[in-house]
């Protein structure tokens, strides 16, 4: 179904929204995986944004391990070679931290660092980048994870996932008050990827 999402994000307006509307907003929470949008949309009403985030937390660790890597896949990796094709919500997590401007020797350190953990465990490594407040800090974490067992890491990348869908949530619903505002986005289809940060 096709229709436009509305431009403000609440919960009253994703209860209230259509399908494919409240599809497309959910898109803005969820990294390129419009089928997961789609089940929240399935799952409304909610009765708050905690309630969402309880519910998006709940479904992300009861997928299958199939579903679990493809949700992992949709992801970026850490300072890719060209940021555009990312989420706008991906690009400004990035760009705090001056992921997408690194000189060549950073950018050298993380592309060696993308290719190890992708040999490992296939797929992006994933971290909530609104935890961190330095590189250095990422750098540490993307090191000692390269090395962890399979089964461990795939859960904590999944925790990751959810805390990066909990920190959108709050800034699109106001409650995460130190967030700059952010830019409302019309989605056209539920098949678009109309994430804001």
């Not at 985030?53 to 299958?64: G, H």
């Not at 493809?70 to 070679?81: K, M, R, T």
């Not at 994933?126 to 962890?148: G, P, T």
Request: glycine share 4%; charged share 25%; hydrophobic share 40%.
């Amino acid at each position: 179904m096709q229709g436009t999402a509305p431009l403000a994000f609440s919960i009253d307006a994703l209860n209230r929204a259509t399908s494919g509307q409240a599809t497309a907003m959910m898109d803005r929470i969820v990294e390129r995986s419009t089928w997961l949008a789609h089940r929240a949309a399935q799952a409304r009403p909610f009765r708050n944004a905690d309630d969402l985030a309880a519910w998006l937390d709940t479904e992300v660790r009861s997928l299958s391990r199939d579903e679990a890597l493809h949700l992992l896949c949709a992801h970026p990796e850490l300072s890719p070679p060209d940021p555009s094709n990312m989420t706008s919500a991906s690009q400004s997590e990035q760009g705090r931290l001056d992921l997408l401007a690194l000189d060549a020797v950073a950018a050298a350190e993380l592309t060696d660092l993308n290719r190890q953990y992708s040999r490992r465990h296939g797929y992006p490594f994933i971290i909530a980048l609104h935890e961190h407040d330095s590189l250095e800090s990422v750098i540490a974490q993307f090191e000692s994870r390269i090395a962890a067992e399979p089964g461990e890491e795939l859960a904590r990348a999944l925790d990751q996932v959810v805390s990066v869908m909990k920190a959108r949530l709050k800034k699109l619903t106001g409650t995460d008050r130190s967030s700059r505002e952010l830019e409302p986005t019309t989605v056209t289809s539920a098949n678009s990827d109309g994430e804001v940060t």
